[in-house]
């Protein structure tokens, strides 16, 4: 126990794996202890046989303060009773029912003619979020880098970004549809919106961050500004700028959203309003799950790559920085065996 | 009733005056001072603004260093070496006076001073090869030709087995040796060292010491070096310039009489231990040798008898 509570010590691996999937099985467990077990919460009542009742059918679900009210009801009238299980309210569907709509969301028809499978909504959901995303980084990142790189360019562009920085993206979707129509423009501009300002400033703080004393030992080995810019300051700062993008990345799916109501309803939100005007919660489960998955898998993916890529600052093996120094032609290839942080010096002779 | 630095006295009378040089010294010192100028320090000075003013990190320092010749700077803590030596390499800009190196006046940071700072400052995302490169790219010249350059350098701080390493994978004393390697690679006029053993440990720093000095006899280079390792710039300079703090002022500049080749054994020659106990007197002042050690206000916290010492 004192094992795992000491603080700012790290796991061992085998610890580390498994309180990984425990932060996922422990809400799954909790969210079936309140699905299945059932005198726990239950608010409701699902009626298996109505008893004659005229006004209520089976697997009808009303309140249980209801249903007990009309047993009272009709037992005082000496009519037989109707009978139900305790269920939970439709919009909490237990753990196998978002289960089988993760499969069934995908297989079954759009109830409407025109609307999108899911699989669509998806694929439209992810171009969406790929092209707002993109552009934020290409204006983005490389303004950043100047605003890092540079006081006066800093200067004279943070100030205006902050102070967008504040206004709610979303706030510019009335604008955004007047001037971009009503299809994919002004949702892909939401995005760019909510992305773009937070990232020059994060971007340009992160290069700001980068080792000055790197700055001044490639001055005096004769770098000039755009060397220093290049070949210092960005390839000093790219592991966190990458880790910066990831972030943010994430922040792009929170105004997805927003951005997919604004003028034509679309993509994976679309699919996510449109089952809940259906009640099928299930469905609505399945999509958010699925949104979490994407995001999740994403960063997951790209934390790999990034710890792979910028071995250097994470200091670990990696077959695939080998492979990327091979086709680069840059060494690193070859890593020589004996070079252990604590290699002895060889002996020198005076 | 003892007289207390008594003992010390026939150790005093034993060593000769540091200012006495044997002839072939003497020569040495003579045909250094015909060699052309390179670095020429002429009434240096830097303030700072304080809260209460400026404040004057260094004043009026002027000094010529002369062709493949090794000077030290030693001084206390506080006394502007760093400043110093971040002037000559044009990272930061003197409020007064100026330095010229072959004639022309210093504006700022260039591959014609080269810098090894205590920090090593490699670049850690590069191979020690591409790490050398660095100032032969910054020159223009093509990669090949660079890298063929590099390993020479690299071959002589004797690191060509690390070639393909990254800084991560080095140890401190081999990190420095890098960093000597690139800052050389650049080709430099003078090569300034900030502390560059500081961080080492006592061992590792006297084979940096032999390896330096093996370096500047085979190569074409001045050297500029700060330390605050009194026995370091003896072994390593010919002359010392030794600063005082508050303002950084230069107290005296001393020629080292200890002879060349110097190996490290020559710790307890004479030349040597006269030079050090000049250096000592004027780093830490007699003040503090002859009155009792000031006293830390501590009452006894064990018990009785149970000494330590």
Redesign the interface.
Known sequence: MSRWLSIRKDLTPGLHRRFGVLAFLIPLATWSLFSYVPWLWHPMVRVTDPAGVSWIKPGQILPREDFAKLVEKQAALAAPTPTGTPANPLYFPPPHAVGRALYTAFTTEPVLKGDKWLHQAIFASIRTIFWGFALACLVGVPLGVFCGASPAIARLTEPFVDFIRYMPAPAFGALMVAIFGIHVAPKISIIFIGVFFPLVLVVATTVRRADLSLVEAAQTLGAKPRALVFRVLVPASLPDLYNDLRLLLGSAWTYLIVAEVVGVSSGISFFINQQAKYRNFDNVYAAIVIIGAIGFGTDQALAWLGQRLFAWKNPRPSRLRRFFGRLTGAPGAARPADASRNAGEPVSTF | MASPPESFAPIAEVLPDYRRQSPAVAARFAALHQRPVVLEIDGLGRQFAGEHGPVTALRDISLQIHRREFVCVIGPSGCGKSTFIRLL???DTPTSGRVLLDGKPVT????D???V?Q?Y?L?????V??NVM??LE??GRARSEAEREALQWIDLV?LN???????????G??KQRVAIA??LA?SPRIL?MDEPFGALDAQ?RA?MQ??LLEIWRNVDVTIFFITHDLDEAILLADRILVLKANPGEVQEIIEVPVPRPR??DQVSSPEFLATRRRLDDLIHPKVHTHAAPERLPIVRLTQLGDDVE
């Open positions: 390499a044009g990272l700022g940071p260039g591959p001073r080269g810098m700072f920090g400052t670049f850690p995302w590069l191979s090869t591409r660095f100032g910054m020159q004797g087995k690390f070639a393909h390493a990254y800084p991560h994978q080095l140890s004393g081999m690139r800052a650049a300034l590792t084979q032999a390896h190996r490290l």
